[in-house]
DNA sequence: CTGTTGCATGAAGACCTCTACATGTTTGTA
DNA sequence: TACAAACATGTAGAGGTCTTCATGCAACAG
């Protein structure tokens, strides 16, 4: 489980998952859209499909990937919601033991 | 974000956080309880304090923790809940690329 | 003040992860 | 078949993370 939601614990995997968010993308344009090299997407993308995440389908020479469900897609905005609650929350509290 | 999301992607994290999530508890009960060294649990309370995931109050000798709030609670929930339908459907869909 | 308990923190080493480079594989083209 | 395009994958190196050991700090007892 800590694997799965690993996932999204990474600068990178976040971008290429939130530009799969709002439609599916080949590679190629991922690699463009999170200004990346090719290979760096494809070894995350590699992750994301094996934690059932994403899902790619051939078209001729290129792969389209996109999102595997609404499921996803659900997470990824409860994660956006409450990253940015915390975050203004944390604020400085961090020190104040009491 | 992806920082603040890290904060579920470890195991000991998660483990502390589901302990928490039942009742608040000192150090040594949380050391005890994810069965980790006192200093390895305090590691850990640190970023998670700095996540405003957790707040720690003195008593005395000893430092009770709790869950922030009950966003963290609900967090939590929303993360085993996803991570549990993923873990379903990645079945082994994981390599056909169709 | 001295000692003890409970927790925090600094440092070091083992381990894991991410990226870049090179290369392999599949698909389409001539 | 030879070649190019689009991805996938093996590998190595840089960088980050987690745990352990040692030590420091705060609170209470005597």
Redesign the interface.
């Known amino acids: 489980?800590?694997t799965?939601?690993?996932a999204?614990?990474?600068?990178s995997r976040?971008l290429i998952l939130s530009r799969l968010r709002e439609s599916p993308a080949t590679v190629s344009q991922l690699a463009e859209a999170v200004e990346m090299e090719q290979s760096a997407v494809s070894h995350q993308l590699r992750m994301l499909?094996?934690?059932?995440?994403v899902?790619?389908?051939?078209s001729g020479r290129s792969?389209t990937y996109a999102l595997?469900?609404n499921?996803?897609a659900?997470?990824l905005d409860?994660?956006?919601f409450?990253?940015e609650?915390?975050?203004l929350?944390?604020?400085d509290?961090?020190d104040e033991?009491?």
């Open positions: 489980m800590a799965t939601l690993q999204l614990a990474t600068h976040l499909r094996h934690l059932g995440l899902q790619g389908r051939r792969v595997h469900d499921h996803v659900q997470l409860e994660a956006v409450h990253a609650h915390l975050r929350g944390a604020r509290q961090a033991t009491a």
